[in-house]
């Protein structure tokens, strides 16, 4: 679970970098689980939970939040990043991260309003299931999630990678992590 949530920090990193070259991204934060210090929990496989034994919180997925001032070329973005994760993993620099591990939230500048999800097909729309959802592909490549509302914490554990004007805060690498909480429990 660890190992996990490294490598999708270390493609938060990835991704942030080629967000980055697209002059309508304003800022990007990984939130969620890949933000954070893992914790313990009884997880829900039955053996587990029936035993009462606690693993890491299991980090599925990436999340990240991206604002953004337009959304004329959000193919073009998924496109780059798709992209830029499967060179890194094939050349041997990055992790074993596909794209619909990374979940991107999109927000409006300045408000934060939620404006949707950068859809991971690679046309729009693709004809799925997902694709009927009222809204959906109304922007081409801005997915609507069906019954999605934006929970009032979306960004309660982001943390800000890039923001345009100050360029590259940190590296998603260098968050905290179980091991810094352990040193400083113990201090």
């Not at 490598?7 to 689980?33: M, P, Q």
């Amino acid at each position: 679970m660890l190992r996990r949530q490294r490598d999708f920090r270390w493609a938060a990193d990835i991704v942030t970098d080629v967000l980055a070259t697209f002059e309508e991204v304003e800022a990007v934060a990984v939130i969620g689980s890949a933000a954070k210090p893992l914790w313990k929990e009884v997880p829900r496989f039955y053996e587990f939970r029936r035993a009462g034994i606690e693993i890491w919180h299991e980090c599925k997925d990436l999340d990240l939040a991206v604002w953004i001032s337009s959304q004329e070329r959000l193919g073009a973005i998924r496109r780059a990043r798709d992209i830029a994760l499967r060179k890194a993993y094939e050349s041997g620099l990055g992790p074993s991260v596909a794209s619909h591990q990374v979940d991107t939230f999109l927000l409006q500048p300045g408000s934060d309003k939620y404006l949707g999800r950068l859809c991971n097909f690679s046309t729009c729309p693709k004809d799925k299931p997902e694709c009927r959802t009222p809204g959906c592909g109304a922007v081409p490549f801005n997915k609507a999630v069906d019954g999605f509302t934006p929970r009032a914490d979306l960004l309660a554990s982001a943390a800000m990678l890039y923001r345009r004007g100050a360029g590259r805060l940190r590296s998603a690498l260098d968050l905290p992590g179980v091991d810094d909480v352990v040193a400083r429990a113990e201090r």
